[in-house]
């Protein structure tokens, strides 16, 4: 249903406008027609059946470096999206857009149909709450425990403290660290910190899982053991979003593969392999 | 269900506390020495207002009457002159009183009491001490006097003397030192606050500089603005906090020590001749304990608080 609205919108009478101007070359009505482009029925109905709704999103950097370039993507619920590409190729950028922590320079994101960047601060956080983010430098607070790190994630949402106490503990289990609970971050290895960054993150049951290079500082046997979580939790029905620059995750994970290079889309593939 | 966050915020500040043992430490190093300044301004203050006053209390105009003034006359006149706004006080000493206390202070003294006796009869007027509210107003008191010249019933003068004319130069001078002194003082103070003021402020800056990541974290994971800030506005809070006990612990016993310390280093051995200056900063601060403890603990909390709420604010725009 979906890959056939997407191909609608590809064919929508507003982008089929689109490139009439510039084949006429009449600057006023080229405006008039985008305008109409940007309500066309197509780009609305994908905007609304997609969870994320990536619009011709541009991002330049103020030294004009231009990390994103006119990126059109839609991601459904309960995908498992892979996004390969070099350093410097966007996909970072393009991760950090979807909880505001960048702007886009031109275009809009999308989060089911709400335009991320103009979100008030209240339903930012909301939004927030709804994405679970995991970083390559795993970003743990330093001065508390483990236990704490996720208890502070659950209490950002308002989870009242029996919750709290309940659910802590057994994602800890979940991520196999059930033993190092009251441990500081600093006391575990690269690849126990990430189970905890990604118990963080599933903790408050978010819609989305955002994972950027998560396996970057990991030996091999940790990146199994991280890409196996984010398999099972997609399995149990959350979006993942991953972008890494290795192969071998690529090809574990058998998904949705989105190549990403210099800014752009260079590829698109439903059951994608690593291709540079 | 509003509790709860407060309670969660109250108990990460103290747990960030005692976590960041060092910045902590540090924090409260920087802050009770900044507030010891305030409390050093504080006794500074009071000790140069001690010293202030007891010079103005040895300043003083003496009104010395005719030997055979009725002490009727004089006593009314001292009802006029105690209703004048510029009086604060004035005593009388009748001229047996006079020739007492001269007795008494020369009693060892064989040679003046000797010649005491020889003049038989009682050398001294009786007098009147008056003291102004402020010595810029002695001329004016003095003039009133001379001005007044007043009489008994049968037209004689009843003051003999008042020995104005003798003290002006001191007076003067001193009219001019004190407020000046005063004045100094306040500028001072006002340097000095804003100075530890400052220092206080940058020292949390710091502190809250360090923990820029870890707001952005919060800020990611989704907590609110006021649910990040909380914790480090309770810990900015504490630093203040113990920063104003130890403050007031410093300040006790500085005021116990320097007591007798400031006599001592002057070389006075007879404290009874500074009599004002005395006790002055230990009776200063138990008589005003509840406003010291006012002023310095809430300084220091205000201040922590304060500076952690505005030096988080640009890390919480993510």
Redesign the interface.
């Known amino acids: 249903m979906c890959k056939r609205l997407r191909l609608f919108h590809k064919f929508s009478l507003g982008a089929i406008f689109h490139t009439v101007p510039y084949i006429a070359g009449a600057q006023t009505m080229c405006k008039r027609l985008r305008l109409f482009h940007k309500f066309s029925l197509g780009a609305i109905i994908t905007k609304y059946l997609d969870m994320i709704y990536y619009d011709k999103v541009t991002k330049v950097y103020p030294d004009k470096t231009v990390a994103i370039d006119g990126v059109s993507l839609g991601i459904e619920p309960k995908e498992f999206v892979t996004i390969v590409g070099q350093s410097g190729a966007g996909k970072t950028t393009l991760m950090k857009m979807l909880?505001a922590?960048e702007w886009p320079s031109d275009g809009a994101v999308y989060f089911e149909s709400a335009n991320i960047h103009r979100l008030s601060?209240?339903q930012m956080?909301?939004?927030?709450?709804?994405?679970g983010?995991v970083f390559q430098d795993y970003?743990?607070?330093?001065?508390k425990t483990i236990y704490?790190n996720i208890a502070?994630?659950m209490?950002?949402?308002?989870r009242?403290?029996r919750e709290v106490a309940a659910d802590v503990p057994h994602v800890l289990e979940l991520v196999d660290l059930g033993h190092k609970i009251w441990n500081f971050p600093h006391e575990l290895s690269g690849g126990e910190r990430q189970r905890v960054a990604i118990a963080?993150a599933i903790v408050?049951q978010p819609d989305v899982i955002i994972a950027d290079e998560p396996t970057g500082n990991l030996d091999p046997t940790n990146t199994y053991e991280i890409i196996r979580i984010l398999q099972k939790i997609n399995e149990l029905g959350t979006t993942v979003l991953l972008t890494t620059h290795n192969k071998g995750v690529v090809d574990t994970v058998k998904g949705r593969v989105i190549t990403m290079d210099k800014g752009k889309v260079v590829k698109d593939d439903k059951n994608g392999k690593y291709i540079l | 269900?509003v509790f709860?966050?407060i309670k969660?915020i109250i108990r990460s500040g103290f747990?960030?506390f005692w976590?960041?043992g060092f910045l902590s430490f540090a924090a409260v190093v920087v802050i009770t020495l900044s507030l010891c300044t305030l409390g050093l301004i504080i006794f500074t203050g009071v000790f140069g207002q001690a010293l202030i006053n007891d010079v103005k209390d040895k300043v003083d105009i003496n009104v010395y009457f005719a030997l055979g003034a009725q002490e009727s006359d004089i006593l009314a006149l001292q009802q006029e002159i105690n209703a004048l706004p510029e009086v604060a006080s004035t005593t009388y000493v009748s001229s047996d009183a006079a020739l007492a206390a001269f007795k008494n202070k020369w009693q060892d003294n064989a040679l003046i009491m000797q010649g005491l006796d020889e003049v038989g009869d009682n050398p001294f007027p009786a007098s009147l001490n008056i003291k102004a509210q402020d010595p810029g107003q002695y001329g004016a008191i003095a003039d009133y006097l001379t001005n007044k010249n007043p009489t008994d019933a049968s037209g004689t003068p009843l003051i003999e003397k008042v020995n104005y004319e003798e003290n002006k130069l001191i007076i003067d001078r001193l009219s001019k030192i004190i407020p000046a002194t005063e004045k100094a003082g306040t500028v001072m103070a006002l340097i000095f606050v804003v100075v530890a003021v400052i220092v206080v402020w940058n020292t949390i800056r710091l502190i809250i500089y360090t923990a820029k990541?870890?707001i952005s974290?919060?800020?990611?994971?989704?907590?609110?603005?006021s649910?990040v800030r909380g914790p480090l506005v309770v810990s900015g809070a504490l630093y203040g906090l113990v920063s104003g006990i130890l403050t007031l612990a410093l300040m006790a016993a500085f005021a116990y020590w320097s007591d007798t310390l400031i006599l001592r280093l002057a070389g006075v051995e007879v404290a009874s001749d500074f009599e004002l200056v005395v006790n002055v900063l230990s009776n200063y601060f138990w008589a005003n304990f509840a406003e010291m403890f006012v002023i310095i603990i809430g300084s220091g909390v205000i201040l922590g608080a304060l500076s952690s709420y505005v030096a988080a604010r640009r890390y919480l725009r993510?």
């Open positions: 909880i922590e601060k209240r956080n909301k939004l927030r709450r709804r994405i983010m970003r743990l607070i330093p001065n704490e502070f994630a209490e950002a949402t308002g009242n403290d963080r408050t | 269900m709860t966050p969660r747990v960030n976590r960041n990541d870890e974290v919060m800020k990611l994971v989704g907590a609110s603005n649910y993510v």
